[in-house]
Nanobody, 125 residues
Framework: QVQLVESGGGLVQAGGSLRLSCAASGRTFSGYAMGWFRQTPGKERDFVAAIGWSAGTTNYADSVKGRFTISRDIVKNTVYLQMNSLKPEDTAVYYC??????????????????WGQGTQVTVSS
């Protein structure tokens, strides 16, 4: 059983930075993709970024390109989301997810198979 545990969320001022971590366990993730999504109350879960576990190929939502960076540590089985130049509109619960077919280009939440519990990110203006 895959388990994903996010950490690193919190309150930050606009223009600041945060780094989210997602510790994965339960199986070998070679060939999988890992993604980050975010959700605000009453809205759907939106794609933020994804990475192919083996090759490290990345994909980003247009709204975060140039500000966020996704990376992974294969030894630690951990994926990161470095968030810089944060804006109030980045405020959301951020979720880590696993896509077992390795489709790092997938931006659709329903195509991801396992999810973490989420971590709150709040950006004040």
């Amino acid at each position: 059983q895959v388990q994903l545990v996010e950490s690193g969320g919190g309150l930050v001022q606009a223009g600041g930075s945060l780094r989210l971590s997602c510790a994965a366990s339960g199986r070998t993730f070679s060939g999988y993709a890992m993604g980050w999504f975010r959700q605000t109350p009453g809205k759907e879960r939106d794609f933020v970024a994804a990475i192919g576990w083996s090759a490290g190929t990345t994909n980003y939502a247009d709204s975060v390109k140039g500000r966020f960076t996704i990376s992974r540590d294969i030894v630690k089985n951990t994926v990161y989301l470095q968030m810089n130049s944060l804006k109030p509109e980045d405020t959301a619960v951020y979720y880590c997810a696993v896509e077992i077919r390795g489709r790092w280009w997938s931006v659709i939440a329903s195509q991801y198979d396992y999810w973490g519990q989420g971590t709150q990110v709040t950006v004040s203006s």
